[in-house]
């Protein structure tokens, strides 16, 4: 693994630690200009190297899962987050990427070009929320949560004195999806804790949290009694188009009786855009609400669809941060804690320091060589900047200061968790069968899942939704579950008894009961679904369906060799040798044999995909053992001269060079002279042979999966499958599954509840499928339900 993809797994870990403890817990770890300095680091190393792209990353999805304790909704149209910008030339190169999108005229130094209309105002710091009505009724109101599910908080909704029961007045749409956000005014957030004080209760660390808290209260009683209040800032599904524009869609719900803010302002060009930003930034303090940012966004509906979506935020949008208040504080000491994959990860220990408002205590440091370029010492005064008021950053140590008694930062031999060696990772460059070692700047535990650390998040992983869906096994029972002796591999949590689990923290018969009855559910996943719950590095959900789907069976995922699976799309040698590297070491082999042995039963396991069969010929095999200075056409020109591996392996110095020049055929000798190349690359044919995708193989005929090359979507509600199992079975049939409706677009599938996406594709004229022509369609393409 080379730095750059030991970087992005760190990236994506800490990521996914500080979504959950801000999205889910409400308590923040970090301020936001550090998160976002982490995202956009990882955002940018994904955009140099896409083929490291993963479903599961951070920049792909938007925030962390609904808590157990709210049932979910899933949003028709996804509640995207925003792309930020720090400064003037980000907005700039925003206005730009937006004007050349829209193909207007972009002038010179002298003006001339199109000044794009933008919709501008304050980005309020409080919890995003959708509110539907049907008919002009509120019926449900949910958090964001991971941007596709939330948490159904209708109950608590309701109680927020600014949000209507009933729209006013006339012309609604049927179906009407608002969103914004649920705050707390400053005034108000004083008054909450004053409270808090005389009742003895806990205070709130910023209005964010105390919103966030009070909103998603089990008992909606304490929610009324919270000063919460709510703003519109938008629309998600409707079933017809209220007005052409984003501020007449906005001043329309005004009308409706739906608050919208007071410094809502339309910008005519991008400099207009940035005088708002500077009079809202000089305002800020005197504002009755804390603000983090300025939030614009392209007017014209119709520009905002010609511009269209990111993976995770829209084109036609952005938010404008302020800038990252910092403080002088003392590093008292340096931590160290081991994620899920034994990476031991400092942690900055700080003497207490008030950062815009929000009492800072820790710091990440990401790794040693973050500590190393800061020069960072134990007893050091350093800055710390809480940038966009979240996540705490050691951004500089004021070397002058340092004192006398100031110690170096050093890792511990030992894991601080189970005591077993800690080691420097390697960083393997493997190119034209050559490999470059170099020193990584990630330690890891190499206890792996003798390490309670390490067998809690992977358990965590295992269980998790879009793994094995184990629901009612959250991070804390988990935990317990480790703690006490019970569950020492995933494989343990089929052999948990009622005895057991009754007599852990929090659960009671009815819960153990559920809980037990959702581990036997889990026992029937399909293979893909079941090689990304084992948690192989660099394996997310999209590789996971690539090696199901053309492997077929989790026989051949166990045995095949690196070389082979780079045969599959998007499979690198690097990635290729982190899932052998997996299935080869013994304690994994034997935690797949247990779970086996529990009766798990993997599912849609078959036969070689026909087309990965096929996509074997002498030629690319010999290109793909990397020989140096030998290139496809090079590799070819091998195949067409000799026929056969062996025949390349052993063939003489002229017969090599009748094919090849004389570098390169010097090159493919000295190659093949190394013993453990020659045994690779037979290991490598012969699999081939065995998997019968050999070129000399008899070929299945290809005729592609049916519905290669179309685009479906899905939309409203399904009652005989959820909507990742029918996104599943179109995607055995070769389909691609889209979030949104355009011209592109193949097939709509419709159930009860459809809404705007329905609109939209009768307003195109696209093919439409109730549930059950949809379920007709799969069962005759041998689609079992």
Known sequence: ???????????????????????????????????????????ALEEQHPELVTSDSPTQRVGSVALSAFSQVRHEIPMLSLGNAFDETTMREFDRRVTEGLDLPMGDLLGGGAAVEYSCEPKLDGLAVSLLYQDGMLVRGATRGDGTTGEDISVNVRTVRNIPLKLQGSGWPPLLEVRGEVYMSKAGFERLNATQLEAGGKTFANPRNAAAGSLRQLDSRITANRPLEFCCYGIGQVTSDIADTHIGNLKQLKAWGMPISRELKLAHGIDECLDYYRDI??????????ID?????????????????????????????????????????VEFQVGRTGAVTPVARLKPVKVAGVTVANATLHNMD??????????????????????????????????????????????????????????????KGRETVSEGAVYRCVGRLACGAQ?????IHFVSRRAMDIEGLGEKSVEQLVDEGLVGSPADLYALTFEQVV???????????????????????????????????????????????????LERVQAALPHVLTYLPDVGLEVAHEIHSFFEDPHNRQVIKDLLRHGLQIQDQGELSAEFSASTTLGGFLDKLH?????????????DKFGSLEAVMDADWLDMR???????????????????????????????????????????????????GHTWVLTGSLELMSRDVAKDKLESLGAKVAGSVSAKTHCVVAGPGAGSKLTKANELGLKVLDEQAFVEFLTGHGVAL
């Open 658 to 708: 009748q094919a090849l020049p004389e570098k390169q055929a010097n090159a493919v000798r000295e190659f093949f002279a190394i013993a453990a190349n020659r045994e690779q690359a037979l290991a490598a044919e012969q699999q081939l042979r065995d998997f019968g995708m050999h070129w000399q193989s008899e070929k299945k005929v290809v005729e592609g999966l049916p519905e290669a």
């Open 370 to 431: 973050e500590v190393a370029r800061l020069g960072l010492m134990i007893g050091d005064t350093v800055i710390i900047r809480r940038a966009g008021d979240v996540i705490p950053q050691v951004v500089q140590v004021v070397t002058e200061r340092r004192p006398d008694n100031a110690r170096p930062v050093e890792v511990p031999q030992q894991c601080p968790v189970c005591g077993s060696h800690v080691e420097r990772t390697q960083l393997i460059k493997r190119s």
């Open 455 to 459: 067998l809690k998040q992977a358990i």
């Open 503 to 553: 007599d852990l923290e929090g659960f009671a018969e009815l819960s153990s009961r559920n809980l037990l009855a959702a581990i036997v559910d889990s026992k029937k996943p399909s293979l893909a679904r079941f090689i990304y719950a084992l948690g192989i590095p660099d394996v997310g959900e999209e590789t996971a369906k690539v090696l199901a789907r053309s492997l077929g069976s």
């Open 627 to 639: 020989i140096p200075s030998v290139g496809p056409g090079g590799a070819q020109k091998l195949a």
């Open 1 to 43: 693994m080379n730095a750059v993809e030991t970087r992005i797994l760190e990236l994506r870990t800490e990521l996914d630690q500080h979504n959950y403890r801000y999205h889910v817990l409400d308590e923040p770890s970090i301020p936001d200009a550090e998160y976002d300095r982490l995202f956009h680091e990882l955002k």
């Open 293 to 333: 940012g300025v939030v614009f966004k392209v007017n014209s509906i119709a520009s905002q669809r010609e511009l269209g979506f990111r993976a995770r935020e829209p084109r036609w949008a952005i938010a404008h941060k302020f800038p990252a208040s910092e403080e002088l504080t003392e590093l008292l000491d």
């Open 281 to 290: 930034g000089e305002r800020r303090d005197s504002l009755p609400y804390e």
